[in-house]
């Protein structure tokens, strides 16, 4: 993948305050709107908590029942490397 | 008024400011990004989804009053910045806060009131030259597809042909088409090159598709393979090549193809390959009014809401120095193109290729960036493309 400096950069990120609220916010709009994206995916950091790791892999989450994140109880706080990732439809036409 | 001439005298400031801290510079080069909403709906982008609490005019005001006149270069971005309500008002407060050169602005083209507005902003900044840019990355069918809305093209070829005719009795105004290459159009690159050609535009430029935190597109499959990118863009640079340009043209158009082989260096590389500049020339301040080197990292480098609304103690502050810190120790690496045209303004082998190749003889026969030859070279300014469409 091109520039996966940027996806290692953006996991250690400071995270906003309302990064969850704001973030699933916007992709429930973006599916309402009817763009192209069809759910999130929480694409944990390297070095992420337990229940970070729990998490089921690579699952495909409608915005309003995504986990927020920072996990309840992660002890890295704002400073917790796990992400949110939009999917989008031609990533999962290309999965067939 | 902000010269060009002026900008030059700057660079080896920036270049000792860079390396030494010394002497303190504003931004020549800044991207101000009012709203994120827009009405396209592109794979290439999310930005659309975002809603913010979008600084006010006044905010916006005070904040163009502590730049000074230090902006040569604004670039109004999005979301669709012709969207935004007050994007006339924001045009004319930049203007009267700090009398740029060039106030450009990208657009998708799709409202009817696109060209009310961009006269009322061309002609209340009667001596900066406004840049306008529709996006347009496939011809019919291929660019609805891609910026996800039916009927697009129609409406872009409307457009084109209404900011044409304003251009013709403007002669401040600029209007270009902008293609981003992506991995949904680097295909038909060739298609959208013949159409430019032909369409009357002063300029046709492309950035290519890159990930950026701003877009919420990190990790998003977009940006073309180093090799269908390298293919797809050489037959522009060829195209560009076989053209004959004169006088600006000649320079922004070397500076084009310089910028497209640096794009495919960096592909290759993966490196920044040129010293990059974002967070010392070039700057970015998104809706909610956090200040940004860059809108690929979008660093928070501090909200001016919380500073006052004056973007030096920002800019002079702390928090920017470990930013700068680690662009310059190189962990980032990125084709944009707003930063780019900048860093290669700041290159020495840059500008020695340009300079000779614009001094090379060849055929003068007068030709504007895309192939009218009645348009006035001046209007072929260089373009760099800010966030959004």
């Not at chain 2, 030494?20 to 709203?35: H, I, V």
Request: charge should be neutral.
């Amino acid at each position: 993948m091109a520039f996966d400096w940027l996806s290692r950069f953006h996991h250690h990120m400071e995270k906003e305050p309302d990064y969850a609220v704001k973030t699933l916010a916007a992709y429930r709009l973006g599916m309402k709107a009817k763009g192209s994206i069809v759910g999130v995916v929480v694409q944990p950091a390297p070095n992420c908590c337990d229940a970070a790791q729990k998490l089921p892999a690579a699952k495909v989450y409608h915005p309003d029942q995504a986990p927020f994140l920072p996990l309840s109880g992660c002890p890295q706080g704002r400073r917790c490397g796990c992400v949110y990732r939009p999917v989008m439809t031609y990533q999962e036409a290309d999965k067939g | 008024m902000n010269s060009m001439a002026g900008v030059l005298l700057r660079v080896p400031l920036f270049k000792l400011y860079r390396k030494f801290g010394w002497p303190r510079m504003l931004p020549l080069n800044l991207t101000l990004s009012p709203s994120p909403k827009c009405n396209s709906r592109c794979l290439t982008c999310n930005i659309w989804m975002k809603r913010e609490d979008e600084l006010t005019l006044d905010e916006w005001d005070k904040v163009l009053a502590s730049l000074d006149q230090a902006p040569y270069w604004f670039t109004i971005s999005g979301g669709e910045p012709l969207m935004y309500p007050h994007v006339v008002e924001l045009a004319q407060l930049a203007y009267e806060r700090c009398h740029p050169g060039v106030i450009n602005i990208p657009t998708n083209g799709i409202l009817h009131t696109i060209p009310e507005r961009v006269e009322r902003i061309a002609r209340s900044c009667p001596k900066s030259q406004v840049i306008i840019n529709l996006s347009l990355d496939g011809v019919g069918e291929k660019h609805d597809i891609v910026r996800g809305v039916p009927g697009n093209f129609k409406k872009f070829e409307q457009r084109l042909e209404q900011l044409l005719s304003l251009r013709n009795q403007l002669n401040n105004l600029t209007i270009g088409i902008h293609s981003v290459v992506s991995v949904f159009s680097v295909d038909h690159l060739d298609e959208i090159i013949a159409y430019a050609d032909q369409s009357g535009a002063d300029q046709f430029i492309t950035e290519i598709a890159e990930p950026r935190v701003e877009l919420d597109t990190v990790g998003l499959p977009i940006t073309p393979s180093p090799e269908s990118y390298a293919k797809a863009i050489d037959r522009l640079i060829a195209y560009v090549e076989r053209k004959r340009f004169t006088g600006v043209a000649r320079i922004t158009e070397a500076l084009r193809v310089e910028y497209y082989e640096l794009v495919k260096r960096i592909l290759d590389e993966e490196d920044q390959v040129i010293a990059c500049y974002a967070g010392w020339v070039s700057a970015h301040i998104y809706a909610d009014g956090t200040v940004w080197p860059c809108c690929v990292r979008a660093d928070n480098l501090g909200n001016l809401r919380d500073h006052n609304y004056d973007f030096k103690e920002i800019w002079f502050g702390k928090k920017i120095k470990e930013v700068r810190q680690s662009i310059a120790a190189k962990e980032c690496h990125c084709p944009l193109a707003n930063a780019s045209y900048t860093n290669m303004l700041h290159d020495i082998g840059t500008l020695a290729r340009v300079g000779t190749k614009v001094l090379r003889p060849g055929n003068r026969r007068p030709q504007a960036a895309v192939g009218d030859p009645g348009q006035s070279a001046a209007r072929a300014a260089p373009v760099r493309q800010g966030a959004g469409e």
